[in-house]
């Protein structure tokens, strides 16, 4: 048996505090590796996550005797996929993929982000490096699972994606990055290249600073079910139109 208390130890090697903002800091953990199977895709990543912590918890020893009281469980963590030498590495590209309940674990179709994720993940691997960002708190666009439940009933009702997000009292995208902006830095200091369709995603990148090379598209997984949701995206969302996809 494993002694526990050298147990501190071995996880505060793989922990490391990221300065956020004035209240907090981010704890990066990681890398865990992490093989992957889907379908005939098979690949090992390693896999790190954060959690924000209140500075005058930002110690490692502090955060880890914290963790058992902080109800982790009822909310989302983000967490980063690496492929590859990333830090290192002159050319990598990344996704910052918004955690889709419905489409990335039970593979709706009213969306394309499960095909988006698996995609990227893909297209990562067959570059060589890269790294996907999954955020915990983008789901519906940033309004959370409950309330996209609910702007689900109204789209069902005629309304389209930003339509239904409007009529909830949300603004169409309240989606931030700067937590997974400052993960990225911490990881890496040299260029990326964004797997995106969305143009303000590409816009957080920079303005922040970072050197974020042209986008590369991802357009795919269009069926019946989501092709008004795609064209909306295009149409109101400003997303960059695949020629041969949307018409």
Request: proline share 3%.
């Amino acid at each position: 048996m494993k002694n526990i208390s050298n147990a501190n130890e071995v996880l505060k090697d793989k922990m490391k505090i990221v300065p956020f903002n004035d209240k907090d800091n981010l704890c990066l953990v990681g890398p865990v590796k992490l093989p992957v199977k889907q379908g005939d895709f098979e690949a090992t990543f390693q896999w790190y996550t954060w959690v924000a912590a209140e500075k005058q918890l930002d110690t490692k020893e502090t955060i880890l005797h914290s963790i058992v009281n902080a109800e982790l469980a009822s909310k989302q963590q983000s967490s980063v996929l690496v492929y590859g030498d990333f830090t290192n590495a002159d050319d990598a590209i990344i996704r910052m993929h918004s955690i889709c309940h419905t489409g990335d674990i039970f593979g709706s179709q009213r969306c394309d982000c499960g095909y988006q994720l698996h995609e990227s993940m893909k297209m990562i691997v067959e570059h060589g490096c890269g790294a996907i960002f999954y955020l915990a708190n983008h789901e519906g666009r940033g309004i959370g699972l409950f309330s996209k439940s609910l702007a689900y009933i109204l789209q069902e009702e005629g309304f389209d994606t930003v339509e239904a997000n409007l009529a909830l009292g949300f603004e169409d995208d309240t989606r931030n990055y700067e937590e997974a902006i400052r993960v990225l830095e911490a990881l890496r200091t040299k260029p990326v290249t964004l797997i995106t369709n969305n143009p303000k995603k590409l816009a957080a990148l920079k303005s922040h600073g970072l050197l974020a090379h042209d986008h590369i598209p991802l357009w795919g997984g269009l069926t019946e079910t989501n092709r008004h949701y795609l064209e909306t995206k295009v149409k109101k969302s400003g997303h960059i139109p695949e020629k041969q996809f949307i018409v």
